[in-house]
């Protein structure tokens, strides 16, 4: 049985596309230590940002913040991102919108000599293209750890009545009568059925 193992060239990220809105380009660094450059823009938030009941839509601006510094091994990026929210209560599954900020933080090393070995060594350690810099799953990465894994649309949202589905936000003196014995439910049935003959 023959495996096919894909190679290094095609491997979709080695060829980053330059116009991407989460690709930044640090060629203007020149790779000369101690250089800096702050980049600042708006972009549209890519699919499925954040969790399931908590997302930033897909095209909604991402507000990036980002400083680029050159260190020996690559290009040192931090900064923050900032998007609004949407999601459900997952109490009462009211809409939810939130804002969410974030700071991002990362060694992007050369795809060459000494910042390859490095990223072999070291999971925590991301790559540059051609001197491009992928921010997509370092954006991804922090916007998940940023967000509540039950978002709710009040701190002390009430829920949903366990009975009859009832808004209990909308509701709060909603209640119903004590549940009726099921040994009683069958004849009050029978009274139902027949109100004129009761046998006792
Ligand atoms: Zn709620
Ligand atoms: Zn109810």
Known sequence: MVLFVPGPGSDPLTSLDPRAPLVVDTRELGRRPGSQRQVTRTVPAPAELGIEVLMVPEGAPVELDLRLEAVMEGVLLTGTARAGLVGECVRCL?????EVEVDLQELFVYDDTRGAELAEDDDEVSQLHD????????????????????????????GLCPECGADLKQDPDHAHDAPIDPRWAALTELDTDQPERRTS
């Open 131 to 158: 001197d491009l810099l992928d921010l997509e799953p370092l954006l991804r990465d922090a916007v998940v750890l940023a967000l509540p894994f039950q978002p709710l649309c009040t701190p002390d949202c009430p």
């Open 94 to 98: 009211d809409p939810v919108t939130d």
